[in-house]
Nanobody, 115 residues
């Protein structure tokens, strides 16, 4: 299983970005997709998760601003819509896919929010 994130970039405070996570390979079981971020100098933190049936969960720091979703038209593609971004959201964002065989990670995409 391989994951590729995209959609990161530079945005002004208050702006929006949509990150994508595309998975390829053999995916068996009931996948859970999670987004994490690593802010420079800090440990990786969990941001959001979505299950196969669409149950979503969010970290308090992003609740109400970020939305995780699945693309029902594209196979094995998920998104993280990020609105009302602040400089504190600047980080490298990673998606992970957890299935029965383990948890797989992408290479990350950088999000930079300027004040």
């Amino acid at each position: 299983v391989q994951l590729v994130e995209s959609g990161g970039g530079l945005v002004q405070s208050g702006g929006s970005l949509r990150l994508s996570c595309a998975a390829s390979g053999s995916i068996f079981g009931t996948p859970i997709i999670r987004w994490y971020r690593r802010i420079s100098g800090r440990q990786r933190e969990w941001v959001a998760a979505i299950t196969l049936v669409g149950y979503q969960n969010y970290a308090d720091s992003v609740k109400g601003r970020f939305t995780i979703s699945k693309d029902n038209a594209k196979k094995n593609t998920w998104y993280l819509q990020m609105n009302n971004l602040t400089p504190e959201d600047t980080a490298t964002y990673y998606c992970s896919l957890q299935v029965d065989s383990g948890e797989y990670w992408g290479q990350g995409t950088q999000v930079t929010v300027s004040s």
